[in-house]
């Protein structure tokens, strides 16, 4: 499974965005692949289509993309409480690694910061 970044989904669902065709470039390169995302990724990501009504699109393309919730086991909790203090990241690209640790997954995202604490930890990291 590849886990998405919010900064992967939040570039390709708005044309505007500076990362849009870089986005798009990157999901038609990994389609034959599973793809997830934490649940805290999922709402960033949708929280610009709720603003702007545009909900119902943005969970349709998701769904296109058959981009599935990566369901965090119940000590989650404190699995990122470890490593927020040992990446200094924040908690949703804490949410990701954890995310990516719990499916044995790859990584998609643009964030350097975020890819690079993936590569630490041995994970593939696709920024196109």
Not at 54 to 69: I, K
């Amino acid at each position: 499974m590849i886990v998405l970044d919010a900064s992967v989904l939040i570039a390709h669902l708005d044309a505007a965005d500076a990362h849009h065709e870089r986005a798009s470039a990157l999901l038609r390169d990994i389609a034959d692949e599973p793809l997830g995302a934490s649940p805290l990724s999922l709402a960033e990501v949708l929280v610009g289509p709720a603003r702007a009504g545009q909900l119902d699109r943005a969970t349709a393309v998701l769904h296109q993309l058959y981009v599935t919730s990566v369901r965090l086991d119940d000590d989650a909790p404190t699995r990122l409480a470890v490593l927020r203090a040992g990446t200094n990241l924040k908690l949703p690209d804490c949410c990701v690694l954890l995310a990516a640790e719990h499916t044995h997954g790859a990584v998609a995202t643009f964030d350097d910061r975020l890819a690079t604490a993936a590569r630490e930890r041995g994970f593939v990291v696709r920024d196109r």
